[in-house]
T-cell receptor
């Protein structure tokens, strides 16, 4: 079972370039999330989508946009990359987004912005 | 606002030793859930356990055990007879009314 699939695994950008991180899940989950992981800061929520057709800001949304293309796919776009966006990005999904649910994570995208 | 503190940034123990990872949380919610996730060197976070705020029973799963104490707002994780495969970063997390909040993680290294 694939679970949550993220692409690409690694990416190097120059300041000002744009790119889209792709995420797809095959578990028929309603909710999807984008997190970033930085040293000493744990995981911080960028955006989430509680269900198809809805998206909401998380803790650190500035500089990012998202699209919930359909129930399976949730993409994260950096319109004009900045060095502060160098991080490891994780996509995750959960069945309904309720209080007690565990998250299923992708394997991450390591992004460097020069 | 809710908060999760994992004061231990890095821990190293020799294989077969027991090790406890600490997690202290803050929340004003009366109903909440606590989680532990494991991030092995491959990078993908893996769910380990979930505990709700009304259930203070300790839980044991093989070499893993969890001690939840509301009186001290702690949800500590103990690995007994550690193995090299336990080497990973471990995250504690809290979910109340707000979205899931992660601690900063503890990097555990098991020395052969």
């Amino acid at each position: 079972n694939a679970g949550v699939t993220q692409t690409p695994k690694f990416q190097v950008l120059k300041t000002g370039q744009s790119m889209t991180l792709q995420c797809a899940q095959d578990m028929n989950h309603n909710s999807m999330y984008w997190y970033r992981q930085d040293p000493g800061m744990g995981l911080r929520l960028i955006y989430y989508s509680a269900s198809e057709g809805t998206t909401d800001k998380g803790e650190v949304p500035n500089g990012y946009n998202v699209s919930r293309l359909n129930k399976r796919e949730f993409s994260l776009r950096l319109e004009s990359a900045a060095p502060s966006q160098t991080s490891v990005y994780f996509c995750a999904s959960s069945e309904t987004g309720t209080l007690n649910e565990k998250l299923f994570f992708g394997s991450g995208t390591q992004l460097s912005v020069l | 606002a809710q908060k999760v503190t994992q004061a231990q940034t890095e821990i190293s123990v020799v294989e077969k030793e027991d090790v406890t990872l600490d997690c202290v949380y803050e929340t004003r919610d009366t109903t909440y859930y606590l989680f532990w996730y494991k991030q092995p060197p491959s990078g993908e976070l893996v769910f380990l356990i979930r505990r709700n705020s009304f259930d203070e029973q300790n839980e044991i799963s093989g070499r893993y055990s969890w001690n939840f104490q509301k009186s001290t707002s702690s949800f500590n994780f103990t690995i007994t007879a550690s193995q090299v495969v336990d080497s990973a970063v471990y995250f504690c997390a809290l979910k109340g009314v707000e979205k899931l909040t992660f601690g900063t993680g503890t990097r555990l290294t098991i020395i052969p």
